[in-house]
């Protein structure tokens, strides 16, 4: 399974707070699950590996036998201004308050131009993307001096510190920021007069291995007599996943037409974006669409977009360890493919208080459709209708095409492979429902059937299952694996049964979604996706708005 969307921001302690005393040098900031309860639970909203930020030991000389009381803060109150409502509780950190910091390595595009990003030099060519720190002013004598560096290596490799050059200053320009490496000294005229900082992040976690995400930032002034020590600000930097529920900016698809048809039906105006560098088909696959988000001032947030390479090869590490709260995991061993949008998907919602909800694959109310148009005398039509070509199809026959509702329902093996995907299906929705506060009767039930390939080419997959186990792909094109966008659901168009001149499957999944506020527009992507155990949302990805605040 490939990704699930994702975001960076500034994450911190998870299990209760630390509370700095006279021999504390540092805490450690543990990363957070990247979902809040009014924007999560995307399709799977894994976390990945949070940045954090500590602020550690400042010491101080003594003037003239005093021990003045030293203080560097940072926007822990998430208003976008450092001042000294930041003051309080600087050493605690939580999901809604604590300082965040972006990283600001966004690539420009191919691996030739990898290295070159907004934070690949000394120079701050996005002030508006550093997060704030500040030095509070202190009375140090005249031979006082100041260094501020990050440890350790790797995280000093990583990130980035910047100090404002005087107050009369532009913040908002880049000439107005000075790069501090660990040999800056800063003298004693800028610690009397207190020192604007600010602080980013060359790139997000990516290899555990290499670095774990955190940061120590040590502010040292060194003067005649003793020192002193002060807690400080916590700033972390975290990925977050995009929630399906919000707005497409545009929607990135990589199947062209009816799908564009789709895209207008939905009120979008952006043209589609066409992958046009690959010949491979699937987009939900190879790139995943992330941004990181930190609260500015009088406005809405700031925002960075991440795109998440392919996890093919068995790349994990960007899935992370968080610790706030563990991910949820999802049974999707029993399917063929193993992801979790062939049987579960998530939709706006009114209702639950969350602003969305669960939609979840329900073989039952597909049978009972089944067994209804058998009981009205109509058994004797074709259970799939598509009525074009499979030739070349790699999976569907002409005999499977012409299957009628009545033989369909008289073959055994059809319900026992049901029975045991719902059996699956359920104990799912048991884990999610387990870890979201919504009702089973606010969970959308999506008709769906599933089937046992029988194909040559995967015989080295299909012989290892155990008996009375399978490995399950869908039946017909599955509309649960489609795109939401807002209130508008792009399904693929599944095929049913014909009766009257009406798709009875076509109509019910009209009403399914109708419940949830959405109205469905359908692609035709059986040969072009179905056929090789795909659907709409397999082909296609989403650039969602990053406007949530996600701390609050």
């Known amino acids: 399974m490939i990704f699930l969307t994702v975001i960076a921001t500034i994450y911190g302690l998870n299990t209760g707070c630390r509370v700095w005393n006279d021999t504390t040098s540092g805490v450690f900031l543990h990363e957070l699950f990247d979902y809040s309860p009014k924007q999560t639970y995307l399709e799977m909203y894994l976390s990945a590996k949070a940045v954090a930020i500590i602020l550690v030991t400042l010491q101080f000389g003594a003037v003239h036998g005093q021990q003045p009381k030293p203080m560097i803060l940072a926007d822990t109150n998430r208003d976008g201004i450092v001042d000294d409502s930041d003051a309080t509780d600087r050493a605690f950190w939580n999901p809604s308050c604590g300082a965040i910091f972006l990283p600001n390595g966004n690539p420009l595009s191919n691996h030739e131009l990898a ?5 690949s030099g000394h120079l701050l060519l996005e002030p508006s993307l550093v997060a704030p720190l500040k030095a509070i002013p202190l ?23 910047f100090y404002l050059n005087d107050s009369s200053a532009n913040p908002a320009e880049t000439a107005s920021w000075s790069f501090v490496d660990p040999e800056f000294t800063f ?15 060359r790139e997000f976690v990516k290899d555990l291995t290499k670095w774990d995400g955190k940061v120590r930032v040590h502010f040292d002034v060194q003067a005649q007599g003793g020192s002193s020590s002060d807690p400080s600000p916590s700033p972390t930097c975290q990925r977050l996943c995009q929630y399906c529920g919000k707005e497409s900016d545009p929607v990135q698809l990589d199947f062209l037409s009816r799908l564009d048809e789709a895209r207008k039906a939905a009120g979008i105006k952006e043209p589609l974006y066409l992958f046009n560098q690959s010949d491979d088909i699937w987009a939900q696959d190879f790139v995943e669409p992330a941004y990181a988000s930190m609260p500015v001032p009088n406005g809405q947030p700031i925002s960075l977009r991440i795109m998440l390479r392919s996890a093919h ?16 995991f999802l049974e999707s061993g029993w399917l063929l493919i193993g992801h979790v949008d062939e049987f579960v998907q998530f939709l706006p919602s009114n209702e639950t208080g969350l602003g969305f909800t669960i939609g979840i694959a329900d073989t039952t109310s597909a049978l009972d459709l089944l067994r209804n148009t058998s009981a009205a005398a109509h058994g004797g039509v074709r259970a799939i209708s598509f009525n074009g070509s499979v030739e070349g199809s790699f999976s569907i026959t002409k005999e499977e095409l012409a299957m009628t509702v009545d033989e369909l329902l008289a073959n055994e093996t059809f319900h026992e492979v049901n029975a045991y995907a719902q059996r699956h299906i359920d104990a799912n929705l048991g884990i999610l429902l387990a870890e979201m506060p919504i009702l089973r009767d606010h969970v959308v039930r999506i008709p769906s059937l599933f089937k046992a390939p029988k194909v040559s080419s995967l015989s080295s997959l299909t012989e290892t299952v155990m008996e009375g186990e399978y490995l399950l792909v869908s039946f017909s094109p599955a509309a649960i694996n489609g795109v939401v966008l807002g209130n508008y659901y792009v399904s693929p168009k599944t095929w049913g049964r014909v009766v009257e001149g009406r798709d009875i499957l076509e109509f019910a999944l009209r009403e ?9 527009g359908f692609v035709d992507d059986f040969m072009s996706h179905h056929h090789t155990f795909g659907e709409v949302h397999c082909g296609s990805n989403t650039f969602r708005e990053t406007d949530a605040a996600w701390w609050e």
């Not at 290295?115 to 934070?119: E, F, L, M, R, V």
């Not at 004693?188 to 020192?195: D, L, N, R, Y």
């Not at 590490?317 to 949820?328: H, T, Y």
Request: aromatic share 2%; hydrophobic share 35%.
């Open 115 to 119: 290295s070159c990003h907004n934070a």
């Open 139 to 161: 009375e140090v004598s005249d031979d006082a001096i100041a260094h501020t560096y990050a440890t350790p290596d790797a995280a000093s490799e990583r990130v980035r510190l």
């Open 187 to 201: 003298n004693a005229s800028h610690v009397q007069a207190g020192i604007t900082l600010g602080i980013d992040g």
């Open 313 to 328: 090869g068995s790349h994990d590490c960007l899935v992370g360890r968080p610790r706030a709260s563990e991910p949820s």
């Open 512 to 520: 399914v979604y109708a419940k949830a506020g959405m109205e469905v």
